[in-house]
């Protein structure tokens, strides 16, 4: 069985910093894009970051460029977002999710090609 789990999430002020892992099981990920997705209260769900497991090539949305770091372990099949600078703004659900596929592409913008998603963590950002 197949599961993505992601962990901490939590509150943080303005300015300061989280890491989120996804960890991995029921398979191998070697030829999936990894990527985080994040959803605000009322929102639709967003693009965060990407990571091909096969290449270790990324791309970021541009609200997030420069403040965020995707990066994955193979020997802990794990997949990490290192969040600094958070803004009020980075408050939502985050989501890690994988997809078939080893080369990124703007394809892998949209959440409808990902077919593993994990259960979300709740990251909030205070002023």
């Known amino acids: 069985q197949v599961q993505l789990v992601e962990s901490g999430g939590g509150l943080v002020q303005a300015g300061g910093s989280l890491r989120l892992s996804c960890s991995v099981s029921?398979?191998?990920?070697?030829?999936?894009?990894m990527a985080w997705f994040r959803q605000a209260p009322g929102k639709e769900r967003q693009f965060v970051t990407a990571i091909s497991w096969t290449y270790g090539s990324t791309n970021y949305a541009d609200s997030v460029k420069g403040r965020f770091t995707i990066s994955r372990d193979n020997a802990k099949n794990t997949v990490y977002l290192q969040m600094n600078s958070l803004k009020p703004e980075d408050t939502a659900v985050y989501y890690c999710a994988a997809s078939p596929g080893s080369s990124l592409s703007s394809t892998y913008y949209q959440s409808l090609v990902y077919n593993y998603w994990g259960q979300g963590t709740q990251v909030t950002v205070s002023s």
């Open positions: 029921g398979r191998t990920f070697w030829n999936y894009v």
